[in-house]
């Protein structure tokens, strides 16, 4: 039998709390703290401070979560597991943020993900039950397919943000292709990667930037999105009834987000 979809919602929202600072690939701190002056350093040791704070969160919060969905006596009978899991996401989360902002969360959750399938596959401390098991084996290709929203993000991720491969430069290229003069509003320009700056703010001296193609919401996620749709062959009727849902849920908060975004920023 499954659980409670509004229990399961709740373990959810309270075991994301643990990899927060990292969300979105990492831009609470590279977005967030990255128009404040901080040096390479001193981004650094806040990045891998915050890893290690949620970390020792870490140790609390996933067994408070399970609690929502399963009785103290099923934690403690599979403590050894949950413990395992725990400690295999958070020495690689906490190990990526010593050098990266922006994949500590994606890297201890693939490996904790990993550590937990092959973890249960072997029973190592995990309670073992009497439930019936199937013999139905899962082939590569449906697989891939059922997890492929999972790797098509990671791949993606990977692409255009290592610095190895150039399509993080171009997403991030400012050098405008086209500019607005707004008389005393300031300056609006706009590169060909889509960078969006507006200069000169009010006859001031600050000035604002944004990328579009390089924040998450488009890539990788409104593109793996599209990719999904096609790979499952939806229903046209029912991704507009996931796009109409899902812009009645975003209009309710939307109000809120200008004066979260300024305070992020500054």
């Known amino acids: 039998m499954g659980f409670p979809p509004l229990q399961v919602a709740v373990l959810c929202l309270m075991i994301n709390t643990v990899p927060v600072s990292f969300g979105a690939v990492g831009m609470p ?60 996401t958070m020495i690689v989360y906490v190990a990526v943020a010593r050098f990266n902002v922006e994949f500590p969360s994606i890297a201890g959750g693939v490996c904790g993900l990993i550590a937990s399938v092959w973890l249960a596959k072997h029973s190592i401390g995990i309670e073992v039950t009497s439930a019936k098991h199937t013999d139905e084996r899962i082939t590569w290709s449906s697989l891939l397919k059922a997890t492929f929203p999972l790797w098509a993000t990671l791949l993606i991720l990977i692409v255009t943000r290592v610095e190895a491969f150039p399509l993080k430069s171009w997403l991030t290229a400012s050098s405008p292709s086209w500019t607005l003069p707004l008389s005393t509003l300031g300056e609006l320009r706009i590169s060909p990667s889509l960078v969006v700056q507006w200069q000169d703010i009010f006859g001031t001296k600050l000035n604002w930037s944004h990328a579009i193609l390089h924040v998450p919401p488009v890539i990788p996620f409104l593109v793996v999105s599209a990719m999904t749709v096609a790979i499952y062959r939806t229903p046209t009727s029912d991704v507009c009834a996931a796009w109409r849902e899902s812009m009645r849920q975003v209009l309710k908060p939307i109000g809120a987000f200008p004066g979260a975004l300024v305070f992020v920023s500054y």
């Open 29 to 88: 701190i590279w977005f967030g703290l990255g128009d404040l002056g901080l040096t390479p350093d001193e981004l650094r040791e806040i990045r891998f401070k915050s890893a290690l704070m949620h970390a020792g969160a870490a140790l609390v919060i996933p067994l408070l979560a399970l609690r929502v969905v399963v009785s103290s006596r099923e934690i403690r009978a599979n403590l050894g597991y949950i413990g395992l899991v725990i400690g295999v």
